[in-house]
């Protein structure tokens, strides 16, 4: 239907395409049409499941987009281990800002994935330009998607072309905000399964078109390294000298977007500062948000000023730039300073001081009950002496006086239950429906 769509779009003139597209909003057909397979996917999944429990293997797609939002890991190796199971990478296109971003990303994600020694597979050919029909090459009987976003990713790996077969979800991040697009998207009421981070949040998917009755609670995949990971590398930091402390700043990218929570214009050259004023006592890992480099390409910078800007990162002396897997780079740190929600309760997990960087009060209006909770268990800063403070008292002088608080917060909210990682949760569930 999506191709059809497109066919028919190529020969119809623009004005009336986008007329035909506020009809179809304004008489509501689109909304009925959402409810109407909203209620009718249950039917086709439970239709799903009976097939596959006829089966010997298991056949299941892990769609990769960026890396650094990758949460799989743990349960990609479990089902590799798995007699049952048979599962594989795929890399999809992050279509959302061109073809020259998106085979960026594609190509770095699949050579992230094949130097960790996984199977990976392209979805896009850049010789022919001929896209991987996965269900005629690999027929899934189950898709996890790590992005819920339609027009992020290309429709070919998305919701909509895989209704007949079981679709699972883990968030790529940990929710702190209260935006419908987080949990009641058409993909979030459509996918068979989403794998809930804590019961806070399973009672947030409540609020769903249908009610959260598709959302099991498991804990967060995305700890499960943090977690296990006894033995992290530090070589992931380019400076070895132990008597520099080592602090991650990761800004967001929303800086005109929602409630403009990114610091980033306001602070770009002061972290730069502060890297050469404490430059005999810490070294600073710059982490931005993966989209930060695009928007400042296209929206603000462009590319030469924009290079130049991340170059200076990456030829400090106590300096680098980052932008895949983190795991090791927040295990061998020593401190967090960020104002991207994703990271408020991921980096708790360590047990380190981390500092939320507030931009604008309404930045504090928006949190879920998770997020309160979460950015109760930050220090926080609203202007570049709180975070020198911050960095001289905290980090330097040791005197992390909320230790107690974030560990009370992680034990109390952030830590599965159940198995020790919230993958082996999510194995035990899928077997239960599969095998039982």
């Known amino acids: 239907m999506t191709e059809l769509k497109l066919a028919i779009k190529k020969h119809v003139p623009e004005k009336i395409w986008f007329s035909l ?103 896009f050919d850049k010789v022919t330009g001929e896209y991987l029909d996965i269900k005629k090459t690999f027929a899934p009987d189950m898709v996890f998607f790590t992005n819920p976003y339609e027009g992020l990713q290309d429709y070919r790996y998305y919701t909509k072309q895989f209704s007949d077969i079981l679709t699972c979800y883990v968030p790529y991040a940990i929710m702190t905000v209260n935006y419908d697009f987080i949990y009641n998207l058409k993909f979030h009421n459509l996918v068979w399964k989403i794998f809930s981070e804590t019961p806070i949040h399973n009672k947030i998917a409540q609020k769903q078109k249908n009610k959260g009755r598709n959302n ?41 977007e929602w409630n403009k929570v990114a610091n980033f214009l306001e602070y770009y050259d002061f972290f730069l500062e502060l890297a050469d004023k404490y430059s005999d006592k810490i ?37 680098q730039c980052e932008n895949g897997e983190y795991t090791d780079l927040f295990l061998t740190s020593d401190a967090l300073i960020h104002d991207c929600g994703s990271f408020m309760a991921e980096y708790l997990v360590t047990g380190k001081p981390s500092l939320f960087m507030i931009r604008n009060e309404s930045v504090m209006e928006h949190w879920n009950t998770f997020g309160e909770k979460a ?20 980090i330097l002088n040791e005197n992390d006086w909320m230790k107690e608080e974030r560990d009370n917060f992680l034990q109390s909210s952030l830590i599965p239950k159940n198995k020790p990682t919230a993958s082996e949760n999510i194995l035990d569930y899928l077997e239960s429906q599969i095998f039982k």
């Open 21 to 123: 597209i506020r009809i179809y909003n304004f008489t509501k057909l689109r909304a009925l049409h959402d409810l109407y397979q909203i209620k009718k996917a249950p039917k086709k999944h439970e239709k799903a499941l009976q097939i596959i429990r006829k089966k010997e293997k298991v056949k299941v797609a892990f769609f990769l987009i960026h890396e650094s939002v990758w949460k799989y890991d743990v349960l990609y190796d479990l089902m590799l281990q798995h007699p049952r199971f048979e599962p594989q990478i795929f890399v999809c296109p992050a279509v959302n800002f061109g073809m020259e971003n998106m085979l960026f990303e594609m190509d770095k994600s699949f050579d992230a994935f094949k130097k960790k020694g996984y199977n990976v597979i392209k979805t």
């Open 216 to 256: 099991v609670l498991t804990g967060y995949p995305g700890f499960d390294l943090l977690l296990i990971n006894k033995n992290p590398d530090s070589t992931v930091w380019k400076n070895n000298n132990s008597n520099l402390k080592k602090i991650i700043w990761a800004p967001h990218h929303a800086m005109e």
């Open 283 to 319: 070294q600073i890992a710059f982490k931005p948000h993966h989209l930060l480099r695009i928007k400042l390409e296209q929206e603000y910078w462009g590319k030469e000023k924009t290079d130049i800007y991340y170059n200076k990162w990456m030829d400090l002396p106590n300096g």
């Open 375 to 394: 950015i109760a268990a930050h220090y926080q800063s609203r202007n570049k002496n709180q975070v020198i403070d911050f960095i001289e008292n905290v």
